[in-house]
């Protein structure tokens, strides 16, 4: 870089849902390199635990799903910033139900809606005039690779990441003008929690041990393998630094090259 020209490293963030899993790598992972870095999360009893761990980042509840929580979640942290954020990582996010579309429970189906997707337009909507005014900022929204195929027995969730597809793309088109980029990182199955619940519930379903059913879902990546939290953060950390400036629009998996997410008939399985 000539010494005449500005480094483009964002310096503030702001993350959903980061008080475990993903989030909370991304959270770490941003800290690590220097960054002030914001996060809340709908669970007391996790944020309070995060703050604890790492004083360092500010860490306040949220329920994402309440537009007027989540526009006053936003605005603290504007407040905070002095009214400039470079980046917002919205990560917030539930499973859903497993199970055919015929059964799904309306309320939660309305949940996954809200959260995955109600969420994410309800922190964009506050802080994307404050990135207009100072002339850039990083968007990115943590989908998955229900993204990118079918899923059978997940509609609620694939069809909330589909959703976020499409607010990427075309974010990216309305905001590029003011400086502005927007990405989406389809992160594969993630080792945790979240994958043990998903896979335990699918087998329940198919009637089916859960071993059975994890091997099947290591085997829809290429690599055979499920992705560590940490390889979303680093992505995240690429993509809000000066080395992206020119990425944008883009969806980015981080999977090991996901080749199906259509589980097999498993009990004609050897």
């Not at 690429?238 to 097999?264: N, Y």
Request: proline share 6%.
């Amino acid at each position: 870089m000539s010494k005449d020209r500005q480094p483009l490293q964002p310096r503030t963030a702001l993350i959903t849902g980061a008080a475990s899993g993903i989030g909370k790598a991304v959270a770490l992972h941003l800290h690590d390199l220097g960054w002030k870095v914001h996060v809340c999360d709908a669970d007391p009893a996790a944020v309070e635990s995060f703050a604890s761990e790492v004083p360092g980042i500010e860490a306040s509840v949220c329920n994402v799903a309440d537009a007027d929580k989540a526009r006053a979640a936003a605005f603290g942290v504007l407040e905070a910033t002095g009214g400039k954020l470079d980046l917002l990582v919205n990560n917030a996010g539930v499973a859903g139900m497993t199970g055919p579309v015929e059964e799904m429970d309306v309320d939660d189906w309305r949940r996954t809606m809200d959260v995955n997707v109600n969420g994410t337009f309800y922190f964009l909507k506050a802080i994307v005039p404050a990135m207009k005014q100072h002339g850039h900022g990083v968007i990115l929204n943590i989908a998955s690779t229900a993204a990118l195929f079918g899923y059978p027995y997940r509609t609620p969730y694939a069809a909330s990441k589909w959703a976020l597809v499409g607010m990427t793309k075309t974010l990216a088109m309305e905001l590029g003008p003011f400086g502005i980029r927007v990405n989406a990182i389809c992160p594969g199955s993630v080792e945790g929690p979240r994958i043990d619940g998903v896979i335990r519930r699918d087998a329940q379903e198919r009637g089916l041990p859960p071993e059975t059913v994890r091997r099947v879902y290591e085997g829809q990546a290429s690599m055979r393998q499920f992705v560590k939290a940490q390889d979303i953060a680093e992505m995240c950390g690429f993509l809000a630094s000066d080395a992206a400036r020119l990425v944008s629009g883009q969806i980015i998996a981080v999977d090991g090259h996901t080749e199906s997410l259509s589980v097999p008939d498993l009990s004609v399985q050897p």
